[in-house]
């Protein structure tokens, strides 16, 4: 089973930018569809975003559309979200996974990583 490493995150203040990286590790990540999800505590963990097997199909929740973007590097076993114009609603620990089947659901996705706390204050 794959398993998944992020990291990039951190503290920053309102309008700035962070990419968040996910080492994959175990298998390789070519074929399989992956997310980003995130969770602040006493809340369920939300879908940011999704990204096919391919890179030819891409999903964003609504409040992160035109500001995130999340890309794949197969060769590197590598997935990534960039973030721009944070804003403090967009604090919490992002997790990224992997899934056998596209979906925006975190219940349909099989691997985890330990997630990366991301701090918007200012």
């Known amino acids: 089973q794959v398993q998944l490493v992020e990291s990039g995150g951190g503290l920053v203040r309102p309008g700035a930018s962070l990419r968040l990286s996910c080492a994959a590790s175990?298998?390789?990540?070519?074929?399989?569809?992956m997310g980003w999800f995130r969770q602040i505590p006493g809340n369920e963990r939300e879908f940011v975003a999704a990204?096919?097997?391919?890179?030819?199909?891409?999903k964003y929740e609504r409040a992160v559309q035109g500001r995130f973007f999340i890309s794949r590097d197969d060769s590197k076993n590598a997935l990534y979200l960039d973030m721009n114009n944070l804003q403090s609603e967009d604090t919490a620990v992002y997790y990224c996974?992997?899934?056998?089947?596209?979906?925006?659901?975190?219940?349909?996705?099989?691997?985890w990583g330990q997630g990366t706390q991301v701090t918007v204050s200012s």
């Open positions: 996974a992997s899934a056998s089947v596209f979906s925006l659901s975190a219940g349909l996705y099989e691997s």
């Open positions: 175990g298998r390789t990540i070519s074929g399989l569809p």
């Open positions: 990204i096919n097997w391919s890179g030819s199909l891409i």
